[in-house]
């Protein structure tokens, strides 16, 4: 009852009492999980004050934790912030509508979406369902084809999305060719950074408008949460994503924002030594009689090797993936059934090995046809390298392909 002149009764106290603890004079070594709904100011002009100062007044509008973690991400991104959100898909679809707001008489053609043509499935029924169902024109090109990308800004497009390593096909881009050519046609350019994360490439600085994470992977890295994030390049696009998020409501809640916080301290060391071994499995798969192909920017012989290299600075992802030479679902089953150490699972970037069939799993929903023609075979197996000893990795690979002999 200290600091309160009236007396409170037994249901009172259970409400109220350790609650609203002061730490202004200790400080926690980590910042804990402010798992409230609303906040208390000191008096009413306080309150007031702090909507429009940090928004710090409702837990959709912000959250200490999430701050934290949004910070984070807005320094290891070089962006002027970053906003975050309940999940990768919500992150995109904000920054999508972010990009697309209009800007004066200098306005490109409003809602026009240019996109790599090879993504994360999802991301693209995004575009294709929603996206062009209110009206919105979506077409796609090669982002490793500039001829093509330059004869496509023909249409004034007002967002230009891409993946700079593509999923599953892991095709590089050349970013700042792109943003340039982009940037001088009006564009904005938002990129999905999720499979190079800001250890290998720090999109803003290029000039990149939006950069999105499914911070569900490597961010987190410990497959145990589901999140999103944006970083702005620009006051104007973080504050445009900031309200758009109050508004549609797919904020990031404080306990994932902790998890995610926590697993972006060892980002670094994870995924470099994700890159080490993937690297190695990458060159070990080529020598399988089982393996017609390996898709990894890190091999001398990938289309963008040298692009890589430049962009990457000697790293190249944690993900490899591989055809397997009896192209079919029933031997990509079958081998994945096989292995015992590496987890079938549809993400990627933990600290576990996974192995996912994407055809049926990022690229459920795109038609056959359409996926075949993207290069996405039935024989494709996608494998996330974790940060297990890879001479483990690479037993448990030999023996589920054995099995597939
Ligand atoms: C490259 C990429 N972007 C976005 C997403 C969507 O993220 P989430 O599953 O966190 O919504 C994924 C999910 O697999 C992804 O792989």
Same mark, same amino acid.
């Given at each position: 009852?200290?600091n309160s002149e009236l007396h409170r009764r037994f249901d009172t106290l ?11 004079? /200790?400080? $926690? =070594?980590?910042?804990? *999980? ?5 906040? *208390? ?13 940090? @928004? ?8 200490? =934790? ?16 970053? /906003? ?59 982002? =490793? ?19 700079? *390593? ?36 720090? $999109? ?31 006051? %104007? ?13 797919? =904020? ?44 990894? $920017? @890190? ?43 590496? %987890? ?42 974790? *940060? ?10 030999? &023996?589920?392909?054995?099995?597939? &002999?």
């Open positions: 009852m200290e259970l409400v109220h009492e350790g609650a609203h603890a002061p730490t202004d004079d /200790v400080r $926690p =070594t980590v910042t804990p *999980i402010y798992a409230t709904s609303t906040f *208390i100011h000191s008096s009413a002009a306080a309150l007031d004050r702090a909507f429009d100062e940090n @928004g710090l007044v409702y837990g959709r509008y912000g959250n200490p =934790t999430v701050d934290s973690f949004e910070k984070i991400v807005a320094a290891a991104e070089g962006g002027i912030g970053a /906003v975050a959100f309940a999940s990768g898909m919500a992150a995109l679809h904000t920054a999508f509508l972010a990009a697309g707001t209009p800007r004066g008489a200098t306005q490109p053609e409003a809602s026009t979406i240019i996109a790599g043509q090879d993504m994360y499935g999802s991301t693209r029924t995004l575009l294709n369902q929603f996206f062009a169902a209110q009206g919105w024109s979506v077409s796609y090109c090669d982002m =490793t084809d500039l001829e093509c990308f330059a004869e496509q800004l023909r249409a004034r497009p007002a967002i230009v999305f891409l993946e700079p *390593i593509s999923n599953p096909l892991l095709k590089i881009t050349d970013l700042p060719r792109i943003v340039e050519l982009a940037r001088d046609a009006g564009a904005r350019v938002v990129v999905d950074n999720t499979f190079a994360t800001p250890l290998l490439l720090r $999109p803003i600085e290029h000039g990149v408008d939006l950069v999105v994470h499914s911070a569900t992977k490597y961010l987190g890295g410990h497959g145990d949460v589901v999140g999103g994030v944006v970083a702005a390049r620009t006051h %104007l696009m973080h504050n445009t994503l900031r309200s758009y998020g109050k508004l549609l409501g797919a =904020t990031l809640g404080p306990y994932e924002a902790w998890l995610l916080a926590r697993g972006l301290k060892t980002l670094s060391l994870r995924v470099r030594r994700q890159c080490t071994s993937a690297y190695e499995v990458a060159h070990w798969l080529r020598a399988q009689p089982q393996v017609s192909k390996v898709y990894y $920017p @890190g091999l001398a012989d990938h289309p963008q090797h040298e692009l890589a290299q430049q962009l990457f600075g000697g790293l190249f992802g944690g993900i490899v993936a591989f055809d397997l030479r009896v192209a079919t679902q029933e031997v990509a089953f079958t081998f994945m059934d096989a292995l015992k150490l590496v %987890l079938p699972g549809s993400t990627l970037g933990d600290i576990y090995s996974l192995v996912s069939y994407s055809a049926r799993s990022s690229h459920r929903d795109v038609p056959v046809e359409e996926r075949r023609a993207q290069g996405i075979g039935d024989g494709l197996v996608r494998l996330s390298v974790g *940060i297990e000893d890879v001479a483990d990795i690479l037993d448990d690979l030999k &023996q589920a392909l054995a099995v597939v &002999q």
